[in-house]
């Protein structure tokens, strides 16, 4: 049978999109290979939200194109972002490439893998596929295969696809279509399928996952959900990522403080705090508001972990609204921050905008920002010196076979800091997924430095 | 440290390294910094003194 190699580019939306793919094959029989001199089939499942996503994405296509040429692969398969948005142009302009997989053509990979008949390439849909299909149709269930390509204790659950919402500055939407959420009931079910194969962390996603049930009539839907995750026997931490602001609820907060598996930590997306970049972003709000609504999360959720990115750059923003950005970041003091230069991306909305802000300009902005929340960073992890907190603990740390790796509630995965271990009981062997309590010794900037106490 | 154990630690399909860029666009400084701190709870005295030896 034929051997598959497969690399996943871009956010955890497209890492579960990779997982499902990867699922269908094994499940068929195929022998998926991370090295991809071995393989007989190439998969890149690409990124195109930005414009660096984007170049990552071309060039590996084009390395893996080489490799088909001088290896051992006989067929290179694109799936993904980029597919959606230069279709017509990838088969062109990359003839070594032999099949396409569009974001909702995700099963259609098994025939991508081996074609039946004369023809090599899919089918091409056309361009106004998704202005003109009101609901785009794929999104995986609990019976869909996956094969986990994250450790074995942590896992994510994509809750819904697409998003209704109107940012001007997303492209997003146009690929994966309107926002539908997965049944109540699947979801629950794969959460209780993970748990039972070692799964201890559960990550939602979603584009919007605050907007979870809208669309199945469900009320403060995701609140609902993840009071029923918090039962899941087995699942240790659960957190949900990509909040929406004015659709984070008292009931949600609520139910997040209430219950010791749910991580005390929201991620959500700001995106600016100026009140006319925010209007022509069309996402409305301001740094007042946002004031507020921190306070509140802040009151409702003792010690909980925040994480916000934004965009710097915007068409139209002046000193004055960067000032105010900063001034809200001052004040906010954020344990997490990002920050994305704004990239134009000719089928966004604010591609049309005018008022541009030279490349130079967002660079500086980018630096100046990250300047400033260093100290704030820096002052959050110094706060927990001497604390003793749960711990995941993950394995020897990705720097040095010498030290183990662990995180806290406070850090989701891959996005956020880690904890370097340097000492254990001598009594209690570690292991790694498992959990225990650490003892924090030493707080940088991102990363901290503990000891763990006890071992479960 | 004493005996560990790695059963829980590799994932199902360890897709190839290049994956982990993921939120490199925008996260913040710093990754990685607490490496130097923790090998100084390691090894609080330095295996060999680099510096003495350049200014000897």
């Known amino acids: 049978m034929k051997k598959v190699g497969f690399i996943s580019l871009g956010c955890p939306k497209n890492l579960v999109d990779s997982e499902v793919m990867m699922g269908l094959l094994q499940q068929n029989g195929y022998t998926l290979t991370p090295q991809a001199e071995e393989a007989d089939v190439l998969v890149v499942n690409t990124c195109s939200f930005i414009e660096s996503a984007r170049q990552e994405s071309i060039d590996t296509i084009i390395e893996m194109a080489e490799l088909k040429k001088s290896g051992k692969a006989q067929r290179l398969i694109v799936a993904g972002c980029m597919v959606e948005r230069y279709r017509a142009e990838i088969q062109s302009e990359i003839p070594e490439v032999d099949a396409l997989v569009g974001l909702n053509e995700l099963e259609r990979i098994l025939g991508a893998v081996t074609p039946r008949g004369s023809s090599p390439l899919l089918p091409v849909l056309p361009a106004d596929f998704f202005d003109s299909t009101p609901t785009a149709p794929y999104l995986y269930d609990h019976l869909t295969p996956r094969l986990l390509a994250t450790p074995k204790y942590s896992a994510y659950i994509k809750i819904a696809e697409g998003c209704d919402l109107p940012c001007t500055f997303c492209i997003i939407p146009t690929f994966r279509g309107k926002f539908r959420s997965r049944r109540f009931e699947s979801v629950i079910a794969e959460a209780e399928r993970l748990a039972a194969s070692g799964v201890r962390e559960i990550t939602l996603i979603g584009q919007t996952t605050t907007s979870y049930g809208e669309d199945l009539g469900l009320k403060d839907g995701l609140a609902q959900l993840l009071e029923r995750l918090a039962a899941v026997e087995g699942l240790s931490w659960v957190r949900t990522l990509y909040c929406y602001p004015n659709r984070v609820t008292p009931r949600l907060l609520e139910t997040i403080a209430a219950h010791p598996r749910l991580c005390k930590y929201i991620d959500m997306p700001l995106q600016h705090a100026s009140a006319a970049v925010l209007k022509r972003m069309k996402r409305g709000g301001s740094g007042d508001i946002f004031l507020k609504l921190l306070e509140r999360i802040r009151a409702t959720i003792p010690g909980v972990s925040l994480r916000t990115t934004f965009i710097v750059g915007f068409p139209g923003e002046t000193e004055s609204d960067f000032e105010t950005l900063c001034d809200f970041v001052r004040e906010a003091k954020f344990d997490w921050l990002g920050t994305f230069p704004y990239s134009d991306e000719d089928r966004s909305q604010s591609h049309q905008l005018d008022a541009k802000v030279p490349a130079a300009v967002i660079r500086q902005r980018q630096r100046t920002l990250m300047a400033l929340q260093k100290p704030i960073s820096r002052a959050r992890r110094r706060a927990m010196l001497g604390q003793r907190l749960p711990i995941l603990i993950e394995g020897p740390a990705t720097e040095s076979d010498l030290l183990w790796q662990g995180r806290l509630a406070s850090q989701a995965p891959d996005i956020d800091g880690k904890v370097l271990l340097t000492e254990f009981p001598d009594d209690q062997p570690l292991a790694a997924g498992s959990f225990g309590t650490v003892e924090i010794t030493g707080a940088q900037d991102y990363d901290l430095v503990g000891r763990v106490v006890e071992n479960s | ?56």
């Open chain 2, 1 to 56: 440290m004493v005996g560990y154990s790695l059963g829980s630690f590799q994932p199902t399909f360890k897709l190839p390294d290049r994956t982990k860029h993921l939120h490199e666009a925008c996260e913040m400084d710093g990754r990685g910094d607490a490496l130097e701190p923790a090998f100084q709870t390691l090894f609080p005295e330095p295996l060999v003194d680099w510096g003495a030896r350049i200014t000897s």
